[in-house]
């Protein structure tokens, strides 16, 4: 049986990150559980020019018979509890404000408390940061974090594969979040070693 992958979607920058992640784990149909937060939907309007759920859904093949729809302010919903078992979560991308809340444990949101129940469950927590510069707040954080258990791939793409297209670079780190997963899906080209 195939575990859903819980998604969180907060108000940082990197839509574009999260609508190719979405996109490629709806048409393989892993099961997702999906948490778009108020301002991660604002975010969507704002960089991918997606203003609805509808919309995302469209953006996103149009098939999610595999996606579950999860709002943000039920604190009671399926992944609020340890005794609902996932393959991990994912938040992408990640705001800071979202790192502190789940490196303080605070659960105010369903997205939080799902963070929360995948460190304590001792399950994968992947999360997506888009921020530059860090404060020393933030890196004390994401120590924090990762302390806990938690994977942090921050939104910054590689160019050893010399991208051409903004595409490649999301899917660098898309690529990335799949390995993390333990999702065998290929979606970007790997390093084959030095080239002459």
């Known amino acids: 049986m195939t575990y859903p992958v819980v998604l969180a979607i907060t108000g940082a920058s990197g839509a574009p990150y999260v609508v190719r992640l979405l996109d490629v784990l709806a048409r393989q149909r892993v099961p997702v559980w999906l948490i778009p937060s108020e301002y991660g939907m604002r975010l969507l309007r704002e960089e991918s020019n997606i203003k609805s759920l509808d919309g995302l859904k469209e953006a996103t093949g149009g098939d999610w018979s595999s996606v579950e729809l999860f709002a943000d302010d ?61 404060s020393l707040v933030h890196l004390r954080n994401l120590t924090a974090v990762t302390e806990a258990g938690a994977v942090v791939i921050p939104a910054a793409p590689g160019f050893y594969h ?8 999301v899917d660098f780190i898309v690529q990335r979040v799949l390995d993390q997963l333990g999702i065998d899906i290929e979606v970007a080209r790997r390093w084959e070693g030095d080239r002459k």
């Open 162 to 169: 010399r991208p051409t297209k903004i595409s490649e670079l």
């Open 74 to 134: 039920d604190r009671g919903a399926k992944p609020a509890s340890g005794s609902q078992r996932t393959s991990g979560m994912v938040v992408c991308p990640c705001s800071m404000g979202t790192v502190a809340a789940i490196a303080s444990g605070t659960s105010r949101s369903l997205i939080e408390r799902a963070a929360d129940v995948t460190l304590k469950e001792r399950r994968r927590l992947i999360l997506v940061p888009r921020e530059t510069p860090l």
